[in-house]
């Protein structure tokens, strides 16, 4: 009874071992050249308050090309960096990028907002503020205008990340809690962190309008958010029905197809020249 149950767990080891070199044999090496050679880039998704329409701010998103013209998701290769130790060097360049790109607009419209996506390690890493003050000064922006976004995962490492959110929240940062409701952490931490905001994630925005006992988990993420007193934005709105149904439940902001997918700074930023209203000009 034993030996094929051996035989099969043999084979899916070795699948598995066979997997794990793929990923991590080539990926990492791929992603060392990617650094060097310059083939990140970012895209940014406006972030929308739903009651008003107005773009409040935008998520910043890394793209990689490859020099053959591929594109990989950040869904690959964002987690073989964390594995590899990359992640440090990939978010130092994202950093520089959303310097780069968005100095100029966040300097004429302190009001708008960049958000960065940071990882377990970036946020417990002791020197993620002063790298952050670092690109702020740089772009001779408050730092207010840099938003973190973080995923439940941070919260596996409690002591350092209670730590670092405390600094970065000091420091001007507002951090919201990204992809809430997927990770694997225990809901505990939501009393014994201070967090500014929550981001619904688009598996839950999916529901909206399906079967009620799916679409029933949304309702208490959003009842649970507002006796936290956080601010609520939900991810991946593609339909009016769901941005109605959020603005009506109190969801103060939403991103998602249904207002815009991500775009590079340069159309960012023609697209909000030309939303503003001419009783509202530039500078006003
Ligand atoms: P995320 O931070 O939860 O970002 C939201 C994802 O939803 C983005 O995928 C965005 O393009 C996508 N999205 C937005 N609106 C819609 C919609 O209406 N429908 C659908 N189907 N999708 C929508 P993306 O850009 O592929 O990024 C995937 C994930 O990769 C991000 O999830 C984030 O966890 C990670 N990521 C992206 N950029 C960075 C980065 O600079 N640093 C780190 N550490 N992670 C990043
Ligand atoms: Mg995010
Ligand atoms: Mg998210
Ligand atoms: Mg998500």
Redesign the pocket.
Known sequence: VLLPIGIGAAGVLAFVVAQLVRINGALPAALRVALKRGEFFLVY?PIVDLRTKEWVGA????RWRKSTGEFV???VF?PVAERNRL?ER??QR?LELVASDAADLLRKRPDFHVA????AQ?ICNPDICARLRAITTAMGINNQCIHI?A?ERVFLHAEQARKSVEALRAQGHLVAI??FGTGYSSLSYLTEFTMDSL?I??CFVGTIGQHAVTSHVIGHIIEMAKSLELKMIA????TEEQAEYLRAHGVQFG????FS??MPMHELVEQLASRRSPERPVGS
């Open positions: 998704q998520e910043a998103l890394l998701s950040p869904d964002i992640i990939i978010t994202v960065v996506n940071l990882s970036d976004e995923t990204d992809d981001k994630d688009k991810e991946g709105i593609e991103q998602g197809w249904l997918k991500p």
